[in-house]
């Protein structure tokens, strides 16, 4: 198996929800290298739809996707960081997206207070 992290969007993101989840991964995003689908040449996609990037050739794993509205992305999801780097974007998306009440999330870290834990703390 492997680190990973899962959620379940119970309820569609606001646009105030998704305003600011949006906010906490474009600055993730200037902290970490970050790709999309660990393409190097193709910008992590944070836009009005979805969030969706990757770690970069070595430092990336599997895919984190979330979406405001897309009903196939409410599903049960998850995404196996294998604690490499770009975790520390998807755990601070998580935590974002689980302060809107809208989410359930889980992982094989810790949580406290219902939130992911990561290396850094929270």
């Known amino acids: 198996m492997g680190y990973t992290h899962y959620w379940k969007q119970k309820k569609y993101f606001t646009l105030a929800d998704w305003t600011k989840i949006c906010e906490v991964a474009t600055e993730a995003a200037t902290l970490v290298d970050l790709a999309f689908e660990s393409d190097v040449n193709k910008p992590p996609q944070i836009d009005k739809d979805v969030i969706c990037f990757n770690g970069i ?9 979330i979406s405001q509205q897309n009903p196939m992305l409410r599903n049960f999801r998850f995404c196996k960081t294998a604690r490499k780097p770009y975790d520390f974007a998807v755990v601070e998306i998580l935590n974002a997206a689980y302060d809107t009440g809208k989410m359930d999330i889980s992982t094989d870290g810790d949580l406290v207070d219902g939130y992911i834990v990561h290396l850094r703390g929270r």
């Open 57 to 65: 050739g070595e430092n990336g794993g599997e895919t984190f996707i």
